[in-house]
Nanobody, 115 residues
């Protein structure tokens, strides 16, 4: 079993920054893709960013140029540096880990951006 734990959420003013972390631990097989998704109140969960094991990253259009995803393969950890935050970034952010044929999700961390 793999445990996925996010951290780093919180309350920040518009224009501020936060850094999210997500660590996968346990009986990992071969972690390849890691990524971040978010879900705002009343909305469906949506893609934010993903990064491959070799560091190839993809971003949702609204976060390009503001968010940066990175990972430490030795620690099975993925990060999301969020700059120039906007109120519309407010959501619960979830980490997704692809381990071989399996997909794991974290419990989510709340990010609230005040105007």
């Amino acid at each position: 079993q793999v445990q996925v734990v996010e951290s780093g959420g919180g309350l920040v003013q518009a224009g501020g920054s936060l850094r999210l972390s997500c660590a996968a631990s346990g009986s990992t097989f071969s972690i390849n893709g890691m990524g971040w998704y978010r879900q705002a109140p009343g909305k469906q969960r949506e893609f934010v960013a993903t990064i491959s094991v070799i560091g190839s990253a993809n971003y949702e259009d609204s976060v390009k140029g503001r968010f940066t995803i990175s990972r430490d393969n030795a620690k099975n950890t993925v990060y999301l540096q969020m700059n120039s935050l906007k109120p519309e970034d407010t959501a619960v952010y979830y980490c997704k880990v692809v381990d071989g044929p399996y997909i794991y999700w974290g419990q989510g961390t709340q990010v609230t951006v005040s105007a």
